[in-house]
């Protein structure tokens, strides 16, 4: 993934996703792969809220990671 990261937050609480947005998720991903669409994602690490930018290139569901 072509991106620019920064972090969001400090100390912040894991978010619950219930399965209706994680499908909600999958399929905007998904549809930005398949499209070559812009993505801003935010993410959970080390209780801090992340957010990345970028086009993405591949999925790699094993890893769950993406590129």
Sequence with gaps: MNNTEWQANN???KPIIDE???EEI?????NALN???KLEVQYYS???LKIIQGI????DYFKKNFY
């Design 11 to 13: 100390d912040v609480p």
């Design 56 to 59: 993405i290139d591949k999925i």
């Design 46 to 48: 080390n209780n801090s």
């Design 26 to 30: 999958n399929f905007i991903i998904q």
């Design 20 to 22: 209706q947005k994680f």
């Design 35 to 37: 499209n070559k669409l």
